[in-house]
């Protein structure tokens, strides 16, 4: 059974940093994208980051690049988002994701976390 089990989440003021965790076990994923989603109260699931499994072609959204980094450790089954600079818009619950297809609408991804929270107080 595939799980994805993302931690790491918390409350931080803006201008700070957090490290999401998103662990996988259950499968092989060598031949996956990872990928981070995310979803404020009231709007719609958002791409924010993939990365494949062997570790190159990592790609971020727009509204996060330059502020956050995808990276994995393939030994750990572990996919990371580092996250600095974090602003109030930031502030959403954070889902990891795992695919054969990496679409920003998340389509392409076959399993999901149930996610964690990130507050960003002004």
């Known amino acids: 059974q595939v799980q994805l089990v993302e931690s790491g989440g918390g409350l931080v003021q803006a201008g700070g940093s957090l490290r999401l965790s998103c662990a996988a076990s259950?499968?092989?994923?060598?031949?996956?994208?990872m990928g981070w989603f995310r979803q404020a109260p009231g709007k719609e699931r958002e791409f924010v980051a993939a990365i494949s499994w062997s570790g190159s072609r990592p790609y971020y959204a727009d509204s996060v690049k330059g502020r956050f980094t995808i990276s994995k450790d393939n030994a750990e089954n572990t996919m990371y988002l580092q996250m600095n600079s974090l602003k109030a818009e930031d502030t959403a619950d954070y889902y990891c994701?795992?695919?054969?297809?990496?679409?920003?609408?998340?389509?392409?991804?076959?399993?999901w976390g149930k996610g964690t929270p990130v507050t960003v107080s002004s």
């Open positions: 994701a795992a695919g054969r297809r990496p679409t920003n609408d998340g389509s392409g991804f076959d399993y």
């Open positions: 259950g499968r092989t994923f060598s031949s996956y994208f």
